[in-house]
């Protein structure tokens, strides 16, 4: 599998609310001479609002994507979210030949039943397997990092065979010469689409991993998913308040001149002081539209 | 923990929920890993397992008047916790179907309408517009106040856009609608 060219899902909240995580991750990629390029006209994977009443309308959402992917490319998935969504689609129409005819029949265009959805996890396990990874520790400096992945990493148990990427962040990080501490909220649900119609039960989660975090000695929260980043901003008291940082943002930061400081702007938790203390500041000047 | 009464029962519900999850109930243990391991558990009124043993005792009515089946994100953690790969996720996505399909009284009207406008927001661009969602979420449920502050914060910080991003195909995304039975 080449690397050098994937297309793209961004998903909604990478378009959107989490622009920052978008950009970095992109920025990331491009010092790689990894290019993306986003399927033309993708639609919302269905989120979690659509499973929850509608699994027919989740599946057609999700599906809607996957025929109009290029079969012959590996499609990058950003949001872990998205990810689940779509490898669940797959799944499904590779597990029923009248559902993967009668999208085939909607969408007149045969489904590619092998197309490779890649998880930004999985990406980084093959950059590092070639060794792109090589040589860059050291900016980050004994950083102390919780690492974060609230639900990303859990599945169905239909999907339990797939490979599982734990401890991920915890590996990349201390290459980087960051120093990610032990901490027990690491995968504990930050509550997603409760944020907004149940606060209360958010905020109690949040504030649960918040402390946590501040408990093991971590100077910072790092996480691989946009709706995690949102909602420990949004409902930390501030008193619990501790920068939380896109997986995406700190391996561009790990970089000489990668990283945008637009990106830090957007963050409702300020990470800059932290960042000044680390003399992680050499950032480029941002391009426009970040 | 409350006793539940076993009053009126529906025999073939076990079997319903069987065939609109995929999940086999039989092999639940009881071990409770699944209520130990839910992040909303202490919220919930009856525990995840709880939920399968009275679904296999014919509790329909208790069970999809529940809360618990609204307060399950589905984060399939207790998905991870099982031993015997009960997918817990699935049967709380069928029986929230059957509620809302069958028209009982849902325990929690609120994040059922969230749900609806996260729906609709799709069904007018093809992708989920946050502020649109936040705002006729807050108009129905005639809360205009409780994030407010909130909201002018992320408007300051463009977290919220004021523009929806959108699909060009809105006739497909429609189509796609009509194909799966609609808005609830």
Redesign the interface.
């Known amino acids: 599998m080449t690397l050098k060219d994937l297309s793209y899902f961004p998903g ?1 909240s990478l ?3 989490a ?1 920052e995580n978008n950009a970095s991750l992109k920025s990331f990629l491009a010092h790689f001479d990894i290019t993306v390029s986003e399927i033309d ?4 994977c ?12 989740a ?3 999700a599906a ?1 994507n996957l025929f109009l992917a290029p079969p012959d490319k590996p499609l990058l998935i950003a949001c872990p979210g998205c990810y689940l969504r779509l490898s669940h689609a797959k799944m499904e129409l590779n597990d029923s030949k009248e559902k993967a005819k009668e999208y085939e029949d ?1 969408f007149k265009k045969p489904f590619h039943k092998d197309i490779q959805l890649l998880h930004f996890f999985e990406l980084l396990v093959k950059m590092n397997g070639k060794g792109l990874l090589k040589g860059l520790g050291g900016r980050l400096k004994g950083l102390k990092i919780a690492p974060y992945y ?2 990303m990493l ?5 999907m ?1 065979k797939q490979k599982n990427h734990y401890g991920l962040i915890e590996k990349t990080m201390a290459a980087l010469g960051g120093d990610p501490v032990q901490w027990p909220f690491l ?3 930050c ?4 944020s ?4 209360g ?1 958010s905020e109690k ?1 949040v504030n649960r991993i918040m402390q946590g975090a501040i408990k093991s000695g971590a100077e910072c929260i790092v996480t691989a998913c946009a709706m995690c980043h ?1 909602n420990l901003e ?1 409902r930390c008291r501030p008193e619990n308040r501790l920068p939380v940082f896109h997986f995406s943002e700190v391996l561009s930061l790990a970089l000489e001149k990668n990283a945008s400081k637009n990106w830090f ?4 938790i300020n990470p800059e002081p932290l960042m000044e203390k680390r003399q992680l500041i050499l950032c480029r000047a941002p391009i426009k539209g970040e | 923990m409350d006793t539940i009464e076993i009053i009126e029962t529906s025999g073939d519900f076990a079997k319903q929920v069987e065939k609109l999850s995929h999940a086999n109930l039989n092999r639940c243990w009881h071990c409770l890993a699944c209520s130990g391991g839910c ?2 558990a202490e ?1 919930m009124d009856f525990l995840p397992n709880v939920i399968i043993r009275m679904i296999q005792f014919g509790l329909k009515e208790k069970v999809l008047k529940s809360s618990t089946i609204w ?1 399950c ?5 207790c ?2 916790e ?1 031993p015997n ?3 817990m ?2 049967i709380m ?2 029986l ?2 059957m509620a ?1 399909l069958e028209h009982y009284l849902i325990a ?1 009207p ?7 406008s ?2 609709n927001s ?1 069904f007018r661009h ?5 502020l649109e ?2 705002m006729k ?1 807050k108009i129905a449920e005639k809360d205009l106040f ?2 407010f502050n ?1 909201g002018l ?2 408007l300051a ?5 004021l523009l929806p ?1 959108k ?3 809105k006739k ?2 429609k ?3 009509n ?6």
């Open positions: 909604c378009a959107t609310t622009k006209d993708w639609n919302c269905g989120s979690s609002s659509t499973h929850s009443v509608n699994k027919k309308l599946l057609s959402l809607r909607h609230g639900c859990a599945r169905p148990p239909k339990n995968s504990t649900c509550g997603t689409f409760l907004v119609s149940k606060p039960i989660l949102l949004i702007k957007r963050h409702l | 992040p909303f919220d307060l994100v589905g984060c399939n953690t998905s991870m099982c790969a009960v997918d996720a699935a996505d069928s929230r179907q809302i929690e609120g994040i059922l309408s969230f749900h609806n996260v729906i799709i093809g992708r989920t517009h946050k969602i936040m979420y409780s994030d909130l914060k992320m910080k463009k977290k919220l856009d991003s699909v060009k195909d497909g995304i189509s796609l609608f194909l799966s039975g609609g808005i609830s």
